[in-house]
């Protein structure tokens, strides 16, 4: 879509930068002759810089000419209604708009946009600038509304043709895209990409005939220039197999050997089609023929990232000679890698290099969530959506995803519905508004939710979820809690036996203390870990509580006593890690005495964040189906690791030693034999009725080893329950 501002706004600036001030309207005005010609000068000025890509110099020539046109009238400084006055005084104006465009900033952009268009008379040039604003911002209806007020103005208008066309494309409506880029050709006939854009609308209009028709003619007509190729390269694009798409690429390659863009598509394509050692060869090979095109490194960085060539990109970054324009492009592969907060760092150095571009704010925000730093990721997101107006709905969507990891379903709601108003055909966004509405018991926004993402999806999972969850709900308590019994307990393999023992569940108006009675017989007599909880122990137990963790900076030994595993104890931790300075030089000490266990999701978090990239844990369920954890390359290393158990060390809490003495270096478990409970569980939860029911649904093996019956063996034994008694032993450990 830039495409359509560098036509448009071209020729407003150069249709505006007249001294001529011939207008009936303006005849009030008395600009001096100095003035007159200042304000040209730096508006002429402005539009050379654009035109050149220098931008910041542009906007400083054109906010001086601006000046100058508050000189001639002041109250233009100041403007909130229509006013007449000369083209002279309305161009710098609309210049401005067009560099903000180009560089990213469409609220800028706007702003000067509205600003020209206060200014009378107004053209259908005006309008599509205005559009073009309105389109950056993702403001579709508004920028179609001003893209047909240009056409009102201008039938012919050739840019507010092409912009309609694209809305249009986007829309479905291809046969009136058609007519609009038709429209745009009778302008310009030799305009590759409008050309390229009529082929895709014929071929999705099934006129396939006329679309290679068109392109071969197309390209008959204008070989003279690569551009002429761009017909005929959409049409094999969209109907033939690999081979001939890239013989086609390759041959125009030949043709045209001193276009970097005909090289560029051939790499492109070779990339897209996983032909990565092909794309490297041809890049790598260009960087002696286009030493200057800045788009090169940017190919070989995403090549090298495919191939998984962790050197060969830094080297193309750190060899750059202007490695700021590689920011985005390095977080991306940083990002693709799994080194999330590598990716953080540079996306965040976009941030502060270019803060109009929003999609550094979008990707720092999907990195954070992917590290899953998800506290940062709702502080960042939220500190973002207050300072802009979001074009991408990416920064709502993952800034709600973080508050929904984070158990803050009321704040995911409303983002997830901002991302929704952005992208009305979102499907994840309306699928997890749906989610958050049922987790808040609000059953008619969840059922309307989720109906509207199965609508543009109808396989989306969590919409489904969502839907046959709700429709469980016509049914009593007991049998539902009695179905999710049935699916889910581990040790329910004689489906006769339990379908006995649940069968009174069925009875309606149950109790908490009843189901919670049945429940007790159903289960097997050495199951610890199966019960319910309902009444004023559910409240406790689901209220706002204290943290898991406390924290300790001992000097050169970071002291964590974890309590247990809840939905936040990871992002407590991870947090107070990331805090930790040069962590490589300090003994990492985690006090899991009494920590009795919690999620299992919780414990292999942070083993994520302590574990190079590996398979943290595996959970094995009653018909031999498995689920594993992963560890990603992210990893912060401490000099050592001490964890301090006991008799009461249970579950999540297992799980975490046990997977840092398999796979960690130097470390040691200090204190006593744990519990051994290598079994977790799965939850049902009633809001209404304050019911939930945790029940055993899973064996969970570190690198196939189990502890229910074997537990876990100190290397190091303590007596007694003294602090001090465990904290003598790390010394031990600790030494380099």
Known sequence: MLRLLQFGIFILGMGLVSGCLDLPEAAPYQVPEELDQKIYDTNEKGINLIQEGRYEEAIASLEESIGYVYEVDPELEQLDREKRVPALLDAPFNNLSWAYHDMGDYEKALAYADKSMLMLPNDDVESVNRANALYGLNRIDEALSSYEEAIRLNSRNPEANYGIGMIKIDRGDYADALKRFNNYLKEYPADGDAAAMRVYTLLRLDRGDVAQEYADN????????????WA???YIEETAEYDEIAKFYEDVAALYPSEWLAHRKLGQIYYEYGEYEAALKLFQGLTVQFPEEPELDEWLIRVYGALGDMEGAEGVYTGSDDPHRLLMVMGQFYLDQGHYMKAVSFFGAEIVKNPANQ????????????????????EFGAQVLEALVPVSADIP???????????????AAKHFRQATEIDPDDYEAWSNLALTQL???????????????????????????VKDTLNSYSEPLGTRIKQFFKDNYLYGKDAAKLERSLEKLDTPGLTGSEIAAIIDQAKQPEDRFTFLIYGDLYDQLTGVGESDITYTDMGDISYFKIDGFSETTDDQFIRLVDDISSPEEKTLVLD??????????????????????????TLIYRDGTSYSYYSDPDQISFRSIAVFVDENSASAAELLTLGLKTYGDRVTVIGRTTFGKGVGQLVFEDKQHKVMLYAVNHYWNVMQNNI??????????????QLESFMNKVPEVSAP
């Open 218 to 229: 197309f390209m008959e007509r204008y070989s003279d220039a690569y551009e002429g190729t």
């Open 439 to 465: 987790k808040l018991g609000n059953e008619a926004e969840a059922r309307k939710y989720s109906e509207r993402a199965l609508e543009i999806y109808d396989n989306d999972s969590t919409a489904t979820y």
């Open 397 to 411: 969507w993952y800034t709600g995803w973080c508050e929904m990891e984070l158990g803050n379903d009321e704040a």
């Open 232 to 234: 005929k390269g959409a």
């Open 359 to 378: 999609n550094g704010y979008a990707k720092k925000l999907q990195a954070l969530s992917w590290g899953k730093r998800y506290a940062r990721c709702a």
């Open 592 to 617: 899991l005495r009494g920590n009795g266990g919690g999620l299992t999701e919780s414990a292999n978090n942070i083993l994520d964040l302590l574990l190079p990239e590996l398979v943290t844990s």
């Open 708 to 721: 229910t019956d074997t537990r876990i063996v100190p290397d190091i034994k303590v007596t007694g329950n």
